[in-house]
């Protein structure tokens, strides 16, 4: 029987772990490209239909910039960790807006337990959009106002599954979904709604 001595071992583990450590890494390195691809290839489709552009970013996703009645906006990613998804991001600055606040969640387990405890503190009075979200705001006329059987429509057209998270004050809009968004449809719908909002509070603050 043979006997191997510690340093034996140790140097047959080694050639064992490091040929698994590079396959293993190889492997992480062609996901990521593939993934990161994918991200470019439907940022550049949204970049031709708004006639916009991609920006690289160092060690970080691509975003998406494109102008909206003469105001910028930015589409991007961040990463996930631990105890948090990555993210899909909507982002328009503008000072349109005076003192005027609106929250909305799409509805979940957690945004039901606040219902229990009265955090909608507004509602459309529409049964099949308000059993769905929780709205906040400063004015809730203002809100009626904007949400629309149109935008009502668009908000619930957005899979539950990504938690849209919808905020809205006198610095601008801004959309959330709890995911990397990487398909067209998909796309369309967020950035869709993020402009009809828009479209909306100009109408409404008088802007046009």
């Known amino acids: 029987m043979t006997n191997y001595?510690?340093?034996?071992l140790f140097g047959n583990f080694l050639l064992f772990l490091i040929p698994a450590i590079?396959?293993?890494?190889t492997l992480v390195i062609i996901l990521v490209k593939r993934?990161?691809?994918?991200?470019?290839?439907?940022l550049e489709g949204q970049a031709i239909k708004r006639n916009g552009r991609v920006v690289s970013v160092f060690l970080a996703y691509p975003k998406l910039i494109f102008n909206y009645h003469a105001n910028e906006i930015t589409v991007y990613f961040t990463a996930g960790s631990k105890y948090s998804p990555?993210?899909?991001?909507f982002n328009l600055t503008?000072?349109?807006?005076?003192?005027?606040?609106?929250?909305?969640?799409?509805e979940?387990?957690?945004s039901k337990i606040g219902k229990m405890f009265g955090l909608q503190d507004i509602q459309i009075d529409y049964d099949s959009f308000d059993k769905e979200v929780i709205i906040r705001g400063t004015d809730e006329y203002f809100i009626k106002s904007i949400l629309t059987i149109d935008i009502q429509d668009k908000i619930l057209s957005i899979d539950k599954k990504?938690?849209?998270y919808i905020k809205l004050d006198e610095t601008g809009l801004e959309l959330t979904v709890a995911d990397i968004i990487r398909d067209d449809q998909t796309f369309d719908k967020f950035i869709d709604l993020g402009l009809?909002?828009?479209d909306k509070i100009r109408e409404k603050s008088g802007s046009y």
Not at 5 to 8: A, H, L, S, V
Not at 35 to 42: A, G
Not at 94 to 106: A, E, G, P, T
């Open 108 to 110: 979940g387990t957690l």
């Open 162 to 164: 990504l938690n849209l």
């Open 35 to 42: 993934e990161y691809k994918k991200t470019i290839r439907v």
């Open 22 to 25: 590079f396959i293993g890494v």
């Open 86 to 89: 990555p993210h899909t991001h």
């Open 5 to 8: 001595m510690p340093n034996e």
């Open 196 to 198: 009809a909002l828009f």
């Open 94 to 106: 503008f000072n349109i807006l005076s003192n005027q606040k609106m929250f909305i969640f799409k």
